[in-house]
């Protein structure tokens, strides 16, 4: 292992991936999404990239632990109780694995993300 495989997002990755939910989480909008995956594990389970979305809400049920730093934009995370959390530009937090409930961009988004999926 030498300095070269440092991955340094400034550098830039791959090509952008664009793709929408399945229609059936979709609840409003239209809400393109981007995503640009700068590393990925030799074994599948971490990866780290890059996340844009477009305004609209969907269904979420994660499998994955996820670290996310919005850079642009607001989003509203909601559970299936109603509970809602906001989350701008700055922001830096954890979705647990079995987090379920809606994604709700208000913004469009951007963020960093860092994914951990357990085998």
Request: glycine share 10%; net charge negative; with cysteine.
């Amino acid at each position: 292992m030498n300095i070269q495989q440092i991955v340094d997002f400034a550098q830039g990755a791959g090509s952008a991936e664009s793709y929408r939910p399945a229609a059936e989480k979709i609840l409003k909008g239209d809400p393109q999404q981007q995503v640009r995956n700068h590393y990925a594990s030799p074994c599948g389970q971490f990866n780290t990239g890059i996340w844009e979305g477009e305004v609209g809400q969907w269904t979420v049920s994660y499998t994955e632990h996820e670290y996310c730093e919005i850079l642009q934009g607001v989003s509203v995370l909601r559970d299936h109780d109603g509970n809602a959390k906001t989350v701008r530009a700055g922001d830096r937090f954890v979705i647990p694995a079995g987090f379920a409930g809606t994604w709700e961009v208000l913004e469009a988004c951007r963020k960093v993300y860092v994914i951990f999926e357990q085998a």
